[in-house]
């Protein structure tokens, strides 16, 4: 079956380390999606993709980057870690169409930053 | 910008219908969904209404969008504890689709 997963599930690193976390799908979708939730805030967008080489900031991008070398993987890179970046991280893709567009959830990370 | 809005917690007796509101800023939305997100899990696709719809119906689940109001509600029939979970709303702007704007959530508790 196809699927949306994410590594790793739990993350706890200290102030100013590079993290990655890694998303990967098996949908073969187009669009992919990178969120934070945190308390208070709902979900929010930090980076997303609509293909191989395209990436585009969201609401939330500042300290954060992304690659998209290949259709199933997007991951995340925390450049230098902050506290603040301390969440539970999420990935989605989604087909990508010009009516409703549902967006699969992967397990999410939940990253800790000392 | 878009903007949406839910209150964050909702507590119902189980047997009970619950209802969780949202409003949102985009009168241009297209679609507007509803996600469920349980304990640890990612957010899954509850159902969604295309914008020039007033109702949607899905077996327990009963979607209400008023444009004018720009009020959209879910509605839950008979609630059983395992609809215990986070539910967020979220909108597509009208500019892009294929992006979504999640409301702050609600948290749905159903006790005994």
């Known amino acids: 079956d196809a699927e949306i997963t994410q590594s790793p599930r739990h993350k706890i690193t200290e102030t100013g380390r590079q993290v990655t976390l890694a998303c990967h799908q098996t949908w073969n979708h187009n669009n992919m999606f990178w969120y934070r939730q945190d308390l208070g805030h709902g979900l929010r967008l930090i980076h997303y993709s609509y293909g191989v080489q395209d990436t585009n900031k969201g609401e939330v991008s500042d300290g954060y980057s992304v690659s998209r070398s290949n259709t199933e993987d997007l991951p995340l890179t925390l450049e230098s870690a902050a506290s603040s970046q301390t969440s539970v991280y999420f990935c989605?893709?989604?087909?990508?169409?010009?009516?409703?567009?549902?967006?699969?959830f992967g397990p999410g990370t939940r990253l800790t930053v000392l | 910008g878009e903007d949406v809005e839910q209150s964050l917690f909702l507590s119902v007796r189980e047997g009970d219908s619950s209802v969780i509101n949202c409003t949102y800023t985009?009168?241009?939305?297209?679609?507007l969904y509803w996600y469920k997100q349980e304990p640890g899990a990612g957010l899954q696709l509850l159902t969604y209404?295309?914008?020039?719809?007033d109702m949607k119906q899905d077996q327990r689940l009963t979607v209400l969008l008023n444009k004018k109001d720009k009020h959209l509600s879910l509605r839950i029939a008979d609630t059983q504890t395992g609809d215990s979970a986070i539910y967020f709303c979220?909108?597509?702007?009208?500019?892009?689709?294929?992006?979504?704007?999640f409301g702050t959530g609600t948290r749905l508790q159903v006790f005994p």
């Open positions: 979220a909108e597509t702007p009208y500019y892009n689709t294929d992006k979504l704007i």
């Open positions: 209404i295309f914008s020039n719809m």
């Open positions: 985009d009168s241009s939305s297209t679609y």
């Open positions: 989605a893709s989604s087909e990508g169409s010009s009516g409703a567009d549902t967006q699969y």
